[in-house]
């Protein structure tokens, strides 16, 4: 059955309706492998959908629809019989083609199992180094050759348009290469288009050089080993790929005659500056109001607008929005031999903690955020997003309005701080990239404001049932089941077994991933929005969920029946606490409701709201308490809860509070 097409030519084959939807099904499983879950399918996902194939999908319609109608229904046997024949005919032809095409796309994405081709013998493993070095630079680089200096050194040299880099290696007395120094170039209008690392500067600071010294170090030590990792070597050359790609992609973004210049190369440089003193300044305020010389690092992230580390992993810009209490604890402890940290007065030294996320897997519940620059198809962008520096107000505040009729305050930092524009054309520009984050929908409708959603109305961009909640989300990240309540059972000598249970809330989630920002000023107010999802996230990822079907009867809730009988005396065997959230206020709220051991057994209620003005950026707020507990006990109370919540005891707060309110 044969389509009709005007953009048809003379010289190409007849399309056949079959042609067509094989046609659409390649492209579809070519845009979409594998389907992805449907918390994924919004404009700040990290893979944006493609409108080009559902585009194609609506002209296949069309064209279908077209071709149907040309064929009135026949009486005629012969001519069914004929064209039931051909049907099976072509689709015996086009399912092999099929076939093949999704075999070589699932092959494509087939994970490599094998590693880097190490010599097993010793003997010319530095040549075999200096020429892999150069094979993997090829990939990526236009030009690159090494100048050999005597029996000892070598230099690789990669250039591009404007860029060059230097890689310098000697061998050691035990003949094992080493990387001494990298040296990169870039054709400038100033006398700052040079810098130079070599092997005895801390690598752990943050610039584009240090991070080459790095990986390449990394690579070269890791196949001298005795018993090398071939996979893990594989990884580590991919990485230095991904690098020099990065930086050719800036090379070529600078020669280009049209909207090029050196500030491709210096746009990262520049957002360091500005991201580090906006810290510092926020760093400062907080280490004030709580009487210290350096601010907690938890608390800091709480407060502020996340810790710029740049060129951590690549040549970008990567923002520590939210670590677990565990994490921070382990890096104080790591940090105490080490010197304070002079950029920016914190309590946690920035080598200490680059290592840590240098090496954190991905199950490490660490947030990061990346501005890097990137591909800006499909992405959408956050042009009227404005943001607010609460720990930066000056006195006496001075109200203004935005533009969307909010009240904000006039605030100590350099206009250039906000206003700072990142380079940008037709195809590329500075993405902000969180991975895959869970997030509330009450959330994006805050990134809504800024305009950033183009069409699409927040209450009604998630209407399907089947989709998770950012809980479901939370708890499971890559799980697409969902459960009305959620129970967790935390068990203690000190006090009886506490069962926690959660109702699973309506509103549905997405994981963020990739949003294009214009401005410095949409990076802060994206942060700010983020920071508040975090905060919320890690709170309840303090508790080990399960669906009621999963937790044993002794935890269940009716066993708390000798509550009943509760005198003062008597011990039940489990405590029920049941928690809520609360996400119609300005900031976000968990509420704990239990009982006490008291006669009459009275019910205390009580909610944690997240504050960024408050000492530990967070703050509680008592609902319902027995009246024989005075504000003073309460409010003392109050600062006990906060400390165990920053320090991840969110699942043992309600046996605390039991024991203090034993009468």
């Known amino acids: 059955m044969a389509l009709k097409s005007q953009d048809q030519s003379s010289g190409d084959p007849t399309p056949t309706l079959l042609s067509a939807v094989a046609e659409a099904i390649r492209s579809f499983d070519a845009s979409f492998s594998p ?165 005895t500067v801390d690598i752990s600071t943050g610039s584009l050089d240090a991070l080459l010294l790095s990986s390449v170090r990394s690579f070269v030590n890791e196949v001298q080993k005795v018993e090398p990792d071939c996979v893990f070597a594989e990884k580590l050359g ?50 004030k109001s709580l009487g210290l010389q350096r601010a907690p690092l938890d608390i800091f992230l709480n407060r502020a607008h996340g810790l710029p580390l740049t060129y951590l992993s690549s040549p970008s810009m990567t923002f520590l929005v939210q670590i677990p209490a565990q994490v921070y604890l382990d890096l104080l402890q790591s940090s105490r031999d080490m010197p304070p940290e002079e950029s920016i007065p914190i309590d946690i030294s920035l080598p200490a903690l680059r290592s840590h996320l240098l090496g954190a897997n991905q199950n490490s519940r660490i947030v990061t955020a990346t501005l890097a620059l990137g591909e800006t198809h499909g992405l959408s962008s956050s042009s009227l997003l404005t943001s607010t520096f609460p720990l930066l107000d000056d006195a006496p505040a001075l109200p203004v309005t935005t533009d969307f009729g909010h009240v904000g305050v006039h605030f100590s930092l350099p206009n250039q701080h906000l206003e700072h524009t990142f380079p940008s054309n037709a195809t590329q520009g500075f993405i902000l990239d969180f991975g895959s984050l869970p997030m509330r929908r009450d959330a994006m409708s805050h990134l809504n404001e800024g305009h950033m959603f183009i069409g699409m109305d927040p209450g009604t961009a998630f209407s399907s049932l089947t989709i998770p909640s950012w809980l479901d989300l939370t708890i499971n990240p890559k799980g697409t089941t969902t459960s009305r309540q959620y129970s967790s059972t935390y068990t203690s000598t000190a006090h009886p077994s506490l069962h926690h249970m959660i109702s699973n809330p309506t509103e549905p989630g997405f994981l963020l991933g990739k949003i294009r920002v214009l401005q410095m000023n949409e990076v802060w107010a994206i942060l700010q929005v983020v920071q508040q999802q975090c905060w919320l996230n890690e709170l309840m990822r303090c508790f080990e969920w399960k669906q009621p079907g999963d937790i044993s009867s002794t935890s269940d809730p009716t066993a708390g029946e000798e509550l009943l009988h509760v005198t003062g005396g008597f011990e039940p065997s489990t405590i029920p606490v049941q928690i809520a959230i609360a996400t119609s206020t300005l900031n976000v709220a968990v509420r704990f409701t239990m009982p006490l051991p008291r006669p009459g057994l009275p019910i205390l209620s009580f909610s944690v709201v997240h504050d960024i003005r408050t000492p530990r950026g967070c703050r509680v707020e008592f609902e319902t308490a027995p009246n024989d507990l005075d504000i003073i006990t309460l409010t003392a109370w109050g600062t006990s809860i906060e400390e165990i919540i920053r320090r991840g005891g969110a699942a043992c707060l309600a046996g605390w509070i039991w024991g203090k309110a034993k009468v």
Request: include cysteine; proline fraction near 4%; charge should be negative.
């Open 35 to 199: 389907i992805p879950n449907p918390s994924q399918l919004h404009l700040f996902s990290s893979t944006p959908a493609d409108t080009e194939i559902l585009d194609a999908i609506l002209n296949i319609t069309n064209l279908m629809t077209t071709s149907l109608a040309t064929h009135i229904p026949t009486q005629d046997s012969k001519y069914v019989s004929r064209a039931q024949e051909y049907t099976a005919h072509a689709d015996a032809s086009l399912q092999p083609q099929i076939q093949a095409h999704l075999a070589y796309q699932r092959a494509a994405n087939r994970p490599r199992l094998y590693g880097s081709d190490v010599p097993l013998e010793r003997t010319g493993l530095s040549d075999w180094i200096i020429s892999e070095l150069e094979r993997l630079l090829k990939t990526v680089v236009s030009d690159v050759f090494k100048e050999k200096e005597g029996d000892d050194k070598v230099t690789i040299i990669c250039g591009g348009k404007i860029v060059v880099v230097d890689i310098e290696l000697r061998k050691n007395g035990q003949d094992l290469l080493q990387v001494t120094a990298v040296k990169s170039t870039h054709a400038s209008s100033d006398a700052t288009g040079s810098s130079s690392v070599s092997a």
């Open 238 to 287: 991919g990485a230095i790929q991904n690098h020099f790609k990065a930086i050719m992609n800036m090379d070529a973004l600078a020669d280009s005659p049209v909207n090029g210049g050196h500030k491709w190369f210096k746009a990262v440089g520049e957002i360091d500056t500005i991201a580090s003193d906006v810290a510092n300044r926020e760093a400062q305020a907080i280490a």
